[in-house]
């Protein structure tokens, strides 16, 4: 099983909340920007559902506007998509 590494964190220069995916040497790469956080998370999920079969777990960290971490969701990608 490979372990995937995302976060959620707000955009103050673009006031939107973004989902990055961390490269193995911890770089943020982003994926997509999103009007809330909601729908931040469930855009991690409906990016790694479409890669259900390579058999990794999603990681993701979300965090609130001040920067310190609301949560952390541990999921795979065959959960369904939102």
């Known amino acids: 099983m490979i372990l995937r590494k995302y976060h959620v964190v707000y955009s103050e220069a673009f006031e939107a909340w973004e989902l990055r995916r961390l490269a193995a040497d911890e770089t943020p ?20 559902g479409r890669q259900r079969c390579t058999g990794w777990v999603a990681d993701l960290l979300a965090y609130d506007r001040d920067g310190r971490l609301a949560f952390e969701q541990l999921f795979d990608p065959g959960l369904a998509v939102c």
């Open 29 to 48: 790469e982003l994926v997509a920007r999103y009007p809330t956080r909601e729908a931040a998370v469930c855009g991690c999920k409906q990016y790694c």
